[in-house]
């Protein structure tokens, strides 16, 4: 097997761009290559109508406005802009975020800059399968919070928040909510309304789109959403992103999260078939397992599974043919065990024997059953080496 090409089970990080979306992307780098914001000329005027289509595209998707949608890098940028800039449009209204210990670093890092900067920040306890509660928001709003931040869908685990609860009381006590929908857009159905949301932040990638390329969605009614831009320059996107956008990746994404929410019912059924194939199998096969997340609302590709007495980086070794994360494939580079598994109460041992596996659109039943076949040989190596090599053996 070693000469084929490793199963691809990381669609979490991030997913291989749909061909059909490379194909509608390909003329706008070398037909249509006007600057959108210059439309003097047909190229520009192309290339706008292009943008155009696409923020229509994305709207439609989340039950927006286009004039409502903004482009930006992806969703780390997205995050940045709405909590660094909504928090900082609000500053004289009040100086309290509220968000929650599972999140993303992407929120979490601007939030503990924020702190630094002396806002004041409740970060929320999750419930054992990653979940925030409307209840425990509630609790945690005073008359001084301007901001709540709750995902959508964890990246991870996969649990689903109840973001239609949380953005209704939001609304009803006069703050703004924002979630961080980078996996949950074309999985779950969204409506910015339906939940209440006043800011949503998207990434391509996710949804079979390309890298660096994302959106925000910033309220224009009910309330407007004021934010403080995080890039000044030539007045882009309403003023709330400067910078030549980038027209080939933005139709991209149009096309691409058409395509996703267009299938969304089907793919997600087949996915979490699939899913739970690869699950009975790895648990037919490899005793001491526990499975991390809500065990039925979570995201249909993921699978979340601890791995008694092996480490998870060693297991990701043993098993090279098959490409999965141990933790959160966007801090791979950061040693400590997943923030997110601690949240939900795994000790750094049980933590660091988690694997991630994420399935998506591409994958078939036969890598599904070759994955779990390689699992269950890699565990059983390990746990053998482990006894061999226990002190508490002899
Ligand atoms: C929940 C979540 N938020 C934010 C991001 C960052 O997205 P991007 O890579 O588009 O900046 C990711 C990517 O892993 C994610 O899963």
Not at 291 to 301: I, V, Y
Request: charged fraction near 25%.
């Amino acid at each position: 097997m070693s000469a084929r090409r490793p199963i691809y089970l990381d669609n979490h990080a991030t997913t291989r761009t749909d061909p059909r979306v490379v194909e509608a992307m390909l003329p706008y780098f070398t037909e249509v290559y006007g600057n959108a914001a210059s439309i003097s000329h047909r190229f520009g005027r192309e290339a706008a109508e292009a943008v155009d289509h696409a923020r229509e595209q994305i709207a439609l998707a989340i039950g927006a406005d286009a004039r409502e949608i903004v482009f930006t890098s992806g969703a780390t940028e997205s995050n940045n802009l709405a909590i660094k800039g909504a928090a900082q449009a609000a500053a004289k209204r009040g100086n309290h975020i509220v968000t929650a210990s599972t999140e993303h670093r992407a929120v979490l890092d601007p939030v503990r800059r924020m702190a630094r900067e002396g806002w004041e920040i409740t970060v929320l306890d999750s419930d054992e399968h990653g979940r925030i509660s409307a209840e425990a928001v509630a609790g945690a709003l005073t008359d001084r919070t301007v901001l709540v931040s709750i995902m959508a869908a964890n990246n991870e685990v996969g649990t689903l928040n109840p973001i239609t609860e949380i953005g209704r009381l939001c609304h009803d006590r006069g703050v703004l909510f924002h979630t961080d929908a980078a996996q949950a857009v074309g999985k779950i159905p969204i409506d910015v309304h339906r939940d209440g949301v006043d800011l949503l932040s998207l990434s391509a990638h996710k949804f079979y789109g390309p890298k660096g390329i994302g959106a925000l969605y910033v309220r224009r009614r009910d309330p407007q959403v004021r934010l403080q831009p995080m890039l000044d320059g030539g007045g882009h996107e309403r003023g709330f992103r400067s910078g030549t956008l980038a027209v080939p990746l933005i139709v991209a994404m149009g096309t691409a999260v058409e395509l996703a929410v267009g299938a969304m019912d089907e793919e997600s059924s087949r996915i979490r078939a699939l899913r739970d194939r690869l699950h009975a199998a790895i648990a037919a096969q490899v005793p001491g397992i526990r499975l991390n997340g809500h065990p039925t609302d979570r995201l249909a590709g993921n699978l979340n599974l601890s791995f008694s007495d092996v480490d998870g980086e060693a297991l990701m070794m043993a098993m090279r043919d098959v490409a999965v994360s141990s933790g959160s494939a966007c801090s791979a580079a950061d040693p400590e065990p997943s923030h997110v598994l601690r949240a939900i109460g795994l000790d750094d041992d049980l933590a660091r024997s988690s694997l991630r596996f994420g399935l998506g659109r591409f994958t078939t039943e036969e890598e599904v059953d070759l994955a779990a076949e390689a699992v269950a040989t890699a565990v059983d190596r390990l746990r053998g080496q482990a006894v061999a090599w226990s002190p508490l053996s002899g």
